[in-house]
Each structure stands twice: as C-alpha cells, then as structure tokens.
C-alpha cells in the first residue's frame, strides 16, 4: 500500500473509533438521565474504545471494505448500546432521545472540530496552509513527496479527519435499518404488524445496503460536508 494512503487510513481509522465511542458515550449518557442505567452499569458510559468494541464493525468491515471494495470512506460501528424501555419514563419517546443524542453528539462533534480548525486558521500561517493541503489531500490524492510540512499538519488532518467521519457516520447511523439507529427509531412509529414485517426482512435490507447502499449513502453525506467545506474556507 502507497505510504501516504496508509497514512490516511490510519488517521481515518483513529476518528471513526473516536468517533463511535463517543456516538455509544452519549446514547448511554441519555439513556441514564432519562431513567434506564442499563448501559452505564454495563460500562458503556465511557470513551474507551475497547468497552464498545465490535469485532466485525471495527475490525472486519472496515478492512473489507478498503481491500474488497476499494473504499476510501471508512464505515465502522460498535456494540449496540443496550436499553431496558420499562425503565424509561415514557419508554416509546425516551427511547427515541436516547438513540437520536449518539447522531446528535456526532453532529456537535463535527461543529466543535470545525470550530477549532476555523481558531487554527486564523491564529496560525503554518495551519492556514495545512488546511489547504489536508483538503486537497483528502479530495484529490496529492502527493506530498517533497512536501515542506509543518509540525501542527497532523493536528490539522486528525481535525479534519474528525469532521469527515463524524458526519459521514452520523448519516450512516440515521439510515432506516434495522440494527441501526436510523431503524430503531422508525421502529418505534410504525404499527404493529408493520414491525413484524420489517423485522422478518431486516437482515436482507442490511445486506442490500452494504452492497448496494453506497451511492444512498453518499447523498446525503457529500452534501453535508460540502457545507462544512464552505464554512471552513468562508470563516
């Protein structure tokens, strides 16, 4: 593997289990301010990577999908961060808030990692220009070979790397699949016979999506992080 993709993987790798462990941190969290300690007794109430690790969403998908499917986008997820719904005070709505404040701290994550690329910019030449170059390196492949780079240009990738794959995973998690956030909150609205049906042909809708999903995926994301894009060159 070329040394610079290697080194764009192992960033990408750092932020996405930065970022689901914080994603399993925040569901726990709410969780337990609305009345269900399930996951903080289980010790999930935590930023340690190992306390929400998954062996395949972790581990094995995202190896698969960047030697098998060629992917320059990490996917990943951990352990699904348990709940008992009969201690929630009002168990459908408490849980729908439980699951939303993982995609909601992803969201929060990615404006705080903006924020502080957007004080780096201004308060440093030698980030200005990082910023410009982790851009083109992340979108276009550069070659860095010859490259003068500065000492705070892998603050500045990790950042950015922070942005990236904390909204690429919030959209992922927003799908309506089963497993997924996305999926148990739409879970929760549908009626009765309307779940079974949707349980019966969840895995194949999970399968469909690993295979087939990308360009759904994509919609949603490339436009999101677009925006942010805009804003870091604007601000």
Same mark, same amino acid.
């Given at each position: ?11 990408? =790798?750092? &932020?996405?289990?930065?970022?689901? $462990? ?16 399930? &996951? ?7 930023? !340690? ?5 998954? @062996? ?30 009969? #201690? ?11 699951v939303?404040? /993982?995609?909601? +701290? ?20 030698? &980030? ?5 170059i @982790? ?10 070979e010859?490259? #003068?780079? $500065? ?10 790397? /922070?942005?990236? @794959? #904390?909204?690429?995973?919030? @959209?992922?998690?927003? +799908? ?6 996305? /999926?148990?909150i739409?879970?929760? =609205?549908?009626?009765? !016979?309307?779940?079974?049906? =949707?349980?019966?042909? /969840?895995?194949?809708? +999970? ?14 994301? &490339?436009?999101?992080?677009?925006i ?8």
């Amino acid at each position: 593997m070329d040394p610079l993709i290697l080194v764009l993987v192992i960033f990408q =790798y750092v &932020a996405m289990v930065l970022s689901i $462990s914080l994603h399993d941190l925040a569901q726990a969290w709410m969780a337990r301010r609305l009345g269900d300690p399930t &996951a903080q007794m289980l010790g999930r109430m935590t930023l !340690n990577p190992m306390q929400h690790f998954d @062996v395949f969403g972790m581990a094995i998908w995202p190896v698969v999908s960047l030697f098998i499917f060629h992917s320059s986008l990490l996917l990943g997820w951990g352990k699904p961060v348990p709940v008992t719904t009969r #201690n929630f005070r009002r168990p459908g709505k408490d849980e729908v808030m439980a699951v939303m404040a /993982g995609p909601g +701290m992803q969201l929060l994550a990615a404006v705080v990692f903006l924020v502080l690329l957007v004080v780096l910019k201004h308060a440093s030449q030698d &980030a200005f220009t990082s910023i410009g170059i @982790v851009r083109l390196l992340v979108t276009h492949r550069i070659t860095l070979e010859g490259a #003068n780079l $500065s000492p705070i240009f892998p603050v500045v990738l990790l950042l950015y790397f /922070g942005i990236l @794959v #904390n909204l690429l995973l919030m @959209v992922f998690n927003l +799908m309506p699949l089963p497993l997924l956030d996305g /999926g148990r909150i739409l879970r929760n =609205y549908l009626p009765y !016979n309307a779940q079974k049906i =949707y349980d019966s042909i /969840g895995i194949y809708l +999970m399968f469909g999506f690993f295979f087939l999903g990308s360009g759904l995926l994509m919609m949603f994301f &490339a436009p999101l992080l677009g925006i942010f894009d805009a804003l870091l060159r604007a601000l």
